[in-house]
């Protein structure tokens, strides 16, 4: 696959983006970064740009490590964090600090990543102010504002820079709320700058800029690792739905100081009025014209996507053993594991193989072992989900639920296949269903050398987003059948047929067509850092964390009382299940699993686990090719088995063993129940923010203060 090359041309254009904590409101420009000298051809444009990405790839803390890792994979109704809610302090604020935000050390790195984020965020719209202002000095930015440009490769790396700053900002919104404007380098932002006015502006510039990019495939740079016109539309759409949506507000700024791009001062739609922290929970009256913009570039973008497309159709024939594909969702990720692009993917985060990656590592299936050296090496599983997720949301027909989750781990030092434990911990010791749809077994060629290494990229934006936000569009202003015809797109290739689909029996089991499309979104992007954000600015975070903690008890109580809890889609878990290490290799001519419907098959089903094929052809250690145990067969997952019972002592007799499962989760209640939103006061606004730290309020010289009850030191 293409990768970006981060080749920076003259010493002078390294320093385009230099910036440090304390000056990162002074966008500063070198003297020596002319608009003649950066934009003096394509070559020395782009070489700057790709400073800018790589500032994004590497040293973001928002879409990998950092933010993304502590808030954004955890903290909603269907995602959360493996370890005990006392052995993390990034706990805190994932659940909304418990205790009070006054509570809070705003410095504390371990518990706010924001140290890191924010001035990564503005050393990267530093450098993006200085391509955009270069450009903006010359006759092509002339003929993009007069609308008479013609897209050429000048135009078309303008736009991205635009597009760049403006996920930047993206990112600061939604992890700050109010933060500092800065557009012009060499000129310090005065203070706080209302978020309405920041989303509105670059709505505009990205509107402005998207004409003249390329889409996906429209040049032979425009690939799905740059931000093409195709993410542009989509960008412009998903920045709408957070403009027009709710959000934590702060009401001791002044009564007047949310105001539109115009000035106008905004009237709100208050979803919570709190009393507390000087915060209100809200969105602005005016917010359906979002949604006419966001509808007409996100149509733009699902009519006409460039090479992009949602995964309709699964290539992969039959397997040489028999292996079952048929799949198109596990393809969509199977295509990143095989180091390729995803045709799925509008746009994702270059990765290299043997360079510092996230996924599996945190964001994938989980393996115990070493560092080094190991098959695989360890993973450690910070991606993981309330068993509510895995048994009682997904339809049991759904094919996205064995791909999303996993129940099984495997152990890089002998090469077998585990069950995840809930006991609160992480790799493959501990932390409960982990997420499944990245997995260094499912490479054909993993990186079994050192971990963090596997090369696989980070998709941003899926076709299916862009998709199911359409259909929300749709919904929300009034067209429901257009609506449902977006919806069907992504519901029903997650089913074998329409018939078992059943769209209209979704649509009513979840209170109408916008019900429906808010539960596609939690199935179809589990794992993905989604959720947590769709409630919020759907106004259902309040509402979804209530539900979250009664289905959480609910299931807890079951299983301490009785031993099992069965859900409303027949799904039963059971304080026990009956596991046997198999020989797969022998018996199924595999050991890397594959697309299984016969739950009578206790080492093929649940899908997508098992392990890498051949190990030991890597490794040349025997041990692996004679482990008899290496596939994992289960009794008892989805069904409830008594312990000693004739059909347990048969199980046990034939070589299973019982094994502690629900029983697990009772023992470790708390973690799995009271913690959860533990922070969080009903009849207040949910505070989801990060504080801004002592150094970044130092660095403005008194122009910009805590709120949300944050301390300021």
């Given at each position: 696959?293409?990768?970006?090359?981060?080749?920076?041309?003259?010493?002078?254009?390294?320093?385009?983006?230099?910036?440090?904590?304390?000056?990162?409101?002074?966008?500063?420009?070198?003297?020596?970064?002319?608009?003649?000298?950066?934009?003096?051809?394509?070559?020395?444009?782009?070489?700057?740009?790709?400073?800018?990405?790589?500032?994004?790839?590497?040293?973001?803390?928002?879409?990998?490590?950092?933010?993304?890792?502590?808030?954004?994979?955890?903290?909603?109704?269907?995602?959360?964090?493996?370890?005990?809610?006392?052995?993390?302090?990034?706990?805190?604020?994932?659940?909304?600090?418990?205790?009070?935000?006054?509570?809070?050390?705003?410095?504390?790195?371990?518990?706010?990543?924001?140290?890191?984020?924010?001035?990564?965020?503005?050393?990267?719209?530093?450098?993006?102010?200085?391509?955009?202002?270069?450009?903006?000095?010359?006759?092509?930015?002339?003929?993009?504002?007069?609308?008479?440009?013609?897209?050429?490769?000048?135009?078309?790396?303008?736009?991205?820079?635009?597009?760049?700053?403006?996920?930047?900002?993206?990112?600061?919104?939604?992890?700050?709320?109010?933060?500092?404007?800065?557009?012009?380098?060499?000129?310090?932002?005065?203070?706080?700058?209302?978020?309405?006015?920041?989303?509105?502006?670059?709505?505009?510039?990205?509107?402005?800029?998207?004409?003249?990019?390329?889409?996906?495939?429209?040049?032979?740079?425009?690939?799905?690792?740059?931000?093409?016109?195709?993410?542009?539309?989509?960008?412009?759409?998903?920045?709408?739905?957070?403009?027009?949506?709710?959000?934590?507000?702060?009401?001791?700024?002044?009564?007047?100081?949310?105001?539109?791009?115009?000035?106008?001062?905004?009237?709100?739609?208050?979803?919570?009025?709190?009393?507390?922290?000087?915060?209100?929970?809200?969105?602005?009256?005016?917010?359906?014209?979002?949604?006419?913009?966001?509808?007409?570039?996100?149509?733009?973008?699902?009519?006409?996507?460039?090479?992009?497309?949602?995964?309709?159709?699964?290539?992969?024939?039959?397997?040489?053993?028999?292996?079952?594909?048929?799949?198109?969702?596990?393809?969509?990720?199977?295509?990143?594991?095989?180091?390729?692009?995803?045709?799925?993917?509008?746009?994702?985060?270059?990765?290299?193989?043997?360079?510092?990656?996230?996924?599996?590592?945190?964001?994938?299936?989980?393996?115990?072992?070493?560092?080094?050296?190991?098959?695989?090496?360890?993973?450690?599983?910070?991606?993981?989900?309330?068993?509510?997720y895995y048994y009682g949301d997904f339809d049991p027909n759904d094919m996205r639920r064995d791909v999303t989750c996993t129940v099984t781990g495997t152990v890089g030092a002998s090469g077998i296949e585990k069950l995840l434990p809930f006991t609160p911990g992480s790799q493959a010791n501990g932390g409960g269903i982990a997420n499944n749809k990245w997995d260094e077994n499912r490479q054909p060629n993993p990186y079994w050398e050192g971990q963090r290494k596997s090369g696989i990229n980070n998709p941003y934006m899926r076709m299916s987003d862009v998709i199911l936000m359409l259909a929300e569009v749709y919904a929300e202003l009034g067209d429901e059948m257009t609506a449902k015809l977006e919806l069907a797109k992504v519901h029903n290739r997650a089913f074998a047929t329409t018939e078992l689909a059943d769209l209209d029996g979704f649509i009513n089991k979840y209170g109408g067509i916008k019900g429906a499309i808010a539960q596609e979104r939690k199935l179809e992007f589990g794992g993905e850092g989604l959720r947590r954000y769709d409630l919020i600015r759907t106004g259902e975070f309040p509402a979804a964390i209530k539900a979250i903690r009664t289905e959480l008890t609910a299931m807890v109580n079951g299983l301490q009382s009785q031993g099992y809890y069965t859900f409303e889609n027949g799904n039963t878990i059971s304080s026990y299940v009956w596991v046997k290490g198999v020989d797969a290799k022998t018996s199924k001519g595999y050991?890397?699993?594959?697309?299984?419907?016969?739950?009578?098959?206790?080492?093929?089903?649940?899908?997508?686990?098992?392990?890498?094929?051949?190990?030991?052809?890597?490794?040349?250690?025997?041990?692996?090719?004679?482990?008899?145990?290496?596939?994992?067969?289960?009794?008892?997952?989805?069904?409830?088995?008594?312990?000693?019972?004739?059909?347990?002592?048969?199980?046990?007799?034939?070589?299973?063993?019982?094994?502690?499962?629900?029983?697990?989760?009772?023992?470790?209640?708390?973690?799995?129940?009271?913690?959860?939103?533990?922070?969080?006061?009903?009849?207040?606004?949910?505070?989801?923010?990060?504080?801004?730290?002592?150094?970044?309020?130092?660095?403005?010289?008194?122009?910009?203060?805590?709120?949300?009850?944050?301390?300021?030191?």
């Amino acid at each position: 696959m293409k990768k970006l090359l981060y080749t920076f041309i003259g010493a002078s254009l390294m320093l385009l983006g230099t910036t440090s904590c304390e000056d990162f409101l002074e966008t500063s420009s070198p003297s020596d970064a002319t608009p003649e000298f950066v934009f003096s051809d394509a070559t020395t444009a782009r070489a700057a740009l790709m400073e800018a990405y790589e500032k994004w790839r590497g040293k973001a803390y928002v879409h990998a490590n950092g933010l993304f890792y502590d808030l954004v994979i955890g903290g909603s109704d269907s995602e959360r964090h493996p370890e005990a809610y006392s052995a993390q302090s990034r706990h805190i604020p994932e659940n909304l600090y418990q205790g009070g935000t006054a509570s809070f050390n705003i410095n504390d790195s371990k518990a706010n990543n924001g140290v890191n984020a924010w001035p990564a965020l503005y050393s990267i719209i530093a450098t993006c102010n200085t391509l955009c202002n270069a450009v903006e000095g010359t006759d092509t930015y002339t003929s993009i504002k007069n609308s008479t440009a013609t897209t050429n490769e000048l135009t078309d790396l303008y736009g991205q820079a635009v597009t760049l700053r403006a996920t930047a900002y993206f990112e600061l919104l939604r992890f700050w709320g109010d933060v500092p404007h800065n557009l012009i380098p060499g000129k310090e932002a005065e203070g706080l700058t209302p978020r309405d006015q920041i989303y509105e502006y670059h709505i505009n510039k990205l509107r402005e800029v998207e004409p003249y990019m390329y889409r996906l495939g429209e040049s032979a740079t425009a690939d799905a690792t740059l931000m093409t016109r195709t993410y542009t539309q989509g960008l412009i759409g998903r920045m709408c739905l957070y403009a027009g949506g709710y959000s934590t507000r702060r009401t001791d700024l002044g009564a007047d100081f949310y105001k539109d791009l115009e000035g106008n001062v905004l009237s709100m739609e208050k979803k919570v009025q709190g009393t507390a922290n000087n915060a209100i929970y809200a969105r602005r009256s005016d917010y359906l014209k979002f949604y006419e913009i966001a509808k007409t570039y996100l149509a733009a973008c699902v009519n006409n996507s460039g090479t992009a497309a949602l995964c309709l159709n699964d290539p992969r024939t039959e397997g040489g053993s028999g292996q079952k594909y048929s799949n198109p969702f596990q393809y969509a990720f199977q295509q990143n594991m095989n180091l390729t692009l995803s045709t799925e993917s509008v746009y994702e985060i270059a990765e290299t193989r043997g360079v510092q990656s996230e996924r599996p590592y945190a964001f994938g299936r989980p393996t115990s072992g070493s560092s080094k050296n190991n098959y695989p090496c360890k993973n450690y599983g910070q991606s993981r989900f309330h068993p509510t997720y895995y048994y009682g949301d997904f339809d049991p027909n759904d094919m996205r639920r064995d791909v999303t989750c996993t129940v099984t781990g495997t152990v890089g030092a002998s090469g077998i296949e585990k069950l995840l434990p809930f006991t609160p911990g992480s790799q493959a010791n501990g932390g409960g269903i982990a997420n499944n749809k990245w997995d260094e077994n499912r490479q054909p060629n993993p990186y079994w050398e050192g971990q963090r290494k596997s090369g696989i990229n980070n998709p941003y934006m899926r076709m299916s987003d862009v998709i199911l936000m359409l259909a929300e569009v749709y919904a929300e202003l009034g067209d429901e059948m257009t609506a449902k015809l977006e919806l069907a797109k992504v519901h029903n290739r997650a089913f074998a047929t329409t018939e078992l689909a059943d769209l209209d029996g979704f649509i009513n089991k979840y209170g109408g067509i916008k019900g429906a499309i808010a539960q596609e979104r939690k199935l179809e992007f589990g794992g993905e850092g989604l959720r947590r954000y769709d409630l919020i600015r759907t106004g259902e975070f309040p509402a979804a964390i209530k539900a979250i903690r009664t289905e959480l008890t609910a299931m807890v109580n079951g299983l301490q009382s009785q031993g099992y809890y069965t859900f409303e889609n027949g799904n039963t878990i059971s304080s026990y299940v009956w596991v046997k290490g198999v020989d797969a290799k022998t018996s199924k001519g595999y050991r890397l699993t594959t697309q299984c419907t016969d739950v009578n098959d206790p080492v093929l089903y649940p899908g997508w686990r098992g392990v890498y094929d051949d190990w030991e052809g890597l490794s040349g250690n025997s041990i692996y090719g004679a482990n008899p145990g290496t596939n994992l067969a289960i009794k008892g997952l989805f069904n409830h088995i008594e312990p000693g019972s004739t059909e347990a002592q048969a199980l046990e007799t034939d070589g299973y063993t019982k094994t502690e499962w629900g029983k697990t989760i009772v023992d470790f209640k708390d973690d799995y129940s009271s913690a959860v939103f533990c922070g969080y006061v009903e009849g207040e606004a949910p505070i989801y923010f990060v504080p801004f730290t002592s150094v970044a309020i130092k660095a403005s010289n008194g122009k910009i203060v805590n709120g949300y009850g944050f301390r300021n030191e």
